[in-house]
Each structure stands twice: as structure tokens, then as C-alpha cells.
T-cell receptor, first 113, second 115 residues
Framework: GDSVTQMEGPVTLSEEAFLTINCTYTATGYPSLFWYVQYPGEGLQLLLKATKADDKGSNKGFEATYRKETTSFHLEKGSVQVSDSAVYFCALSDPGGSYIPTFGRGTSLIVHP | GAGVSQSPSNKVTEKGKDVELRCDPISGHTALYWYRQSLGQGLEFLIYFQGNSAPDKSGLPSDRFSAERTGGSVSTLTIQRTQQEDSAVYLC?????????????FGSGTRLTVV
């Protein structure tokens, strides 16, 4: 079955540091890949997505590139801010397998001033 | 509506009582999903609707849990005889079609506390 594995947190950084949150996946078909962000007390919000190999999704300074050869979709940001503190979820949707979106366990990011 | 709406936002109930959680998806979204998020945990899939039918109920934790969707729109998740381990945030999401390639829109969730 489909699965998503992301690095365990919490990830603790100082403001303006470089961020990487690793995400790898297994899928039956050719999935679409997503990063979602959950701020405290809120639901999940779509941060960025990529639907085919080598596509780069980007939003709010965050980027992730769909790497089919390494089955990865790592999230990066060049300079994090305190306001980026949240939980980040990697996810996939696999039309070739189940229509149920598969989420990773989430990675908590804490950014200190 | 503009987004996915869930109600109530918070629910405190006594052990053994029944509760109903409501999800109002984005108009026109045919696919609807229920997830459960326990404190500090990831997302646990519960059930998925395509239109009014539920092709996959495999995630429902027990027969105390049931869900329905009417008119291809509003969905209700019912938990009977609630237990303390049912305490969690229940999240609903919808998408324009079941392929999900456009992503999923989540509601803000219902925080259920069973005392």
C-alpha cells in the first residue's frame, strides 16, 4: 500500500536558519504530492503541491521538488521566521492505488527569535 | 461555502453519551474525508465518501462509529456510547474529485473531549 515517511521532530531552529524537512513515499501508481501546514488550534492548510516528476511546488518561501528517482519530496525554506512555527505534513494522492490521501505523521517546527 | 465548515468547534461530553459531528464541504466537492487527530499524533483515516456512498469504511475504529452523507453535501459522523479514548480532534476534508490531484481543503476540526 501507499505510505509516507517524514523525519521526526521537533525541529528547532533559530530565526533566519535554513530548513529541510525530509519526506519519502511509496505508491502504487503515479501520485500527486503535497505539503500541508497546521498552525496551533487550526486545521490543515495546503502549503504546496506537485503533480509530476521534477515539478517544483512553492509557496510563502517554501519549496519542494518531486523526485521520482528517489521517491522524495523534501520541504525547504531558505530563511525561517518565528511565524513558520507549526506542524508540517507530507501527503500523497495516488489515483493508481487507493483514493484515500495518505499523510505522514507530521513534523513539528519550532523557530526561536 | 468558501471553505469546509465543521461544527461544533468544541464538544465536551460525558462517557457513554452519543455525539454527532457535522461537516459542510465546499460546494461541488464530490469527495469527503474524515480523519481523527489525537494529541501530538498524526492523522488517522476514518472514512471516505464519493458523493453519498462510502467506498471505504475500513478506518472506522469500532461499530460505535458511523457516518453518512446526504445530498452529496453535508456529512455527519456519529459516535455512540463515547469512551475516553475517543477524545481527539476530528477533521473533515473535501476535494473536487476523488483523484485529489488538486489537493484537499480541511475544516478547522471539532475538538471532542469525553469526560
Amino acid at each position: 500500500g501507499d505510505s509516507v515517511t517524514q523525519m521526526e521532530g521537533p525541529v528547532t531552529l533559530s530565526e533566519e536558519a535554513f530548513l529541510t524537512i525530509n519526506c519519502t513515499y511509496t505508491a502504487t501508481g503515479y501520485p500527486s504530492l503535497f505539503w500541508y501546514v497546521q498552525y496551533p488550534g487550526e486545521g490543515l492548510q495546503l502549503l504546496l503541491k506537485a503533480t509530476k516528476a521534477d515539478d517544483k511546488g512553492s509557496n510563502k518561501g517554501f519549496e519542494a521538488t518531486y523526485r521520482k528517482e528517489t521517491t522524495s519530496f523534501h520541504l525547504e525554506k531558505g530563511s525561517v521566521q518565528v511565524s513558520d512555527s507549526a506542524v508540517y505534513f507530507c501527503a500523497l494522492s495516488d489515483p493508481g492505488g487507493s483514493y484515500i490521501p495518505t499523510f505522514g505523521r507530521g513534523t513539528s517546527l519550532i523557530v526561536h527569535p | 461555502g468558501a471553505g469546509v465548515s465543521q461544527s461544533p468547534s468544541n464538544k465536551v461530553t460525558e462517557k457513554g453519551k452519543d455525539v454527532e459531528l457535522r461537516c459542510d464541504p465546499i460546494s461541488g466537492h464530490t469527495a469527503l474525508y474524515w480523519y481523527r487527530q489525537s494529541l501530538g499524533q498524526g492523522l488517522e483515516f476514518l472514512i471516505y465518501f464519493q458523493g453519498n456512498s462510502a467506498p471505504d469504511k475500513s478506518g472506522l475504529p469500532s461499530d460505535r462509529f458511523s457516518a453518512e452523507r446526504t445530498g452529496g453535501s453535508v456529512s455527519t459522523l456519529t459516535i455512540q456510547r463515547t469512551q475516553q479514548e475517543d477524545s481527539a480532534v476530528y477533521l473533515c476534508a473535501s476535494s473536487p474529485r476523488e483523484s485529489g490531484s488538486q489537493g484537499y481543503t480541511f475544516g478547522s476540526g471539532t475538538r471532542l473531549t469525553v469526560v
